[in-house]
């Protein structure tokens, strides 16, 4: 059974820091995707990455796809009140079906 | 606006009633979904149509039935409700099934569901 770990599941930190969070697995993904969810909301995808090491960046926000495709991070720099919310990743398996992870709920105090 | 729309945001019955979510998007995607998500926020598939096809039927109690009458819409019938289907139901809809690289899931708002 392919599983998507992330990591913390929690994190409520100050306005102007930094933070990294993680989505791990033992299975290789044909690509990841990092989707944001605010509350009474769908998730909104954010970036899909698809080679093993590539780094997008979206402003403040700094996602990478792990050399063997099993591992994503996420970095946010300077963190905003107005990142708050569910952070979610998705791998692709090899029936272009998506695998969820459980999430990171970010708070981000001004 | 293109969309995925789903009625309604929220809904409260009792235990054993049964209950419809409508679900439309106008983004011209073949693939529709059902998600539920559960107080932990953990999305668990329910559901994939594709171009009105069932392809997708993951372990959920047979109290729950998906229609597609067009590939536009996915609704999702709930008989004989239950505490434990207290939950919020998503439906997404993606382009035909291809590498996910080339798209994301579009998602619905939520119906938050309240069995009491």
């Known amino acids: 059974t392919q599983l998507l770990e992330q990591s913390p599941q929690f994190l409520s930190i100050q306005e102007g820091e930094n933070l990294t969070v993680y989505c791990n697995s033992s299975?290789?993904?044909?690509?990841l995707q990092w989707y944001r969810q605010e509350p009474g909301e769908g998730p909104v995808l954010l970036v899909t990455v698809v080679t093993g090491g590539e780094v997008k960046k979206l402003k403040r926000l700094t996602f990478q796809f792990g050399d063997a495709r099993k591992d994503s991070s996420l970095h946010i720099t300077a963190a905003q009140p107005g990142d708050t919310g569910l952070y979610l990743c998705a791998g692709e398996n090899s029936n272009y079906q998506l695998i969820w992870g459980a999430g990171t709920k970010l708070i981000i105090k001004p | 606006d293109t969309a995925v729309s789903q009625t309604p945001k929220y809904l409260v019955t009792q235990m054993g009633n049964d209950k419809s979510i409508k679900c439309e998007q106008n983004?011209?995607?073949?693939?529709m979904y059902w998600y539920k998500q559960d107080s932990k926020k953990f999305l668990k598939i329910m559901f994939s149509y594709n171009n009105k096809e069932l392809i997708i039927n993951e372990t959920v109690p047979n109290r729950f039935s998906p229609k597609s009458p067009d590939k536009a819409h996915l609704n999702l019938h709930i008989n004989s409700l239950e505490l434990g289907d207290s939950a919020v139901y998503f439906c997404?809809?993606?382009?035909?099934?291809?590498?996910?690289?080339?798209?994301?899931?579009?998602f619905g708002s939520g119906t938050r569901l309240t069995v009491v």
């Open positions: 997404a809809s993606s382009p035909p099934l291809q590498p996910a690289a080339n798209y994301g899931y579009t």
């Open positions: 299975s290789v993904f044909s690509s």
């Open positions: 983004l011209g995607h073949d693939t």
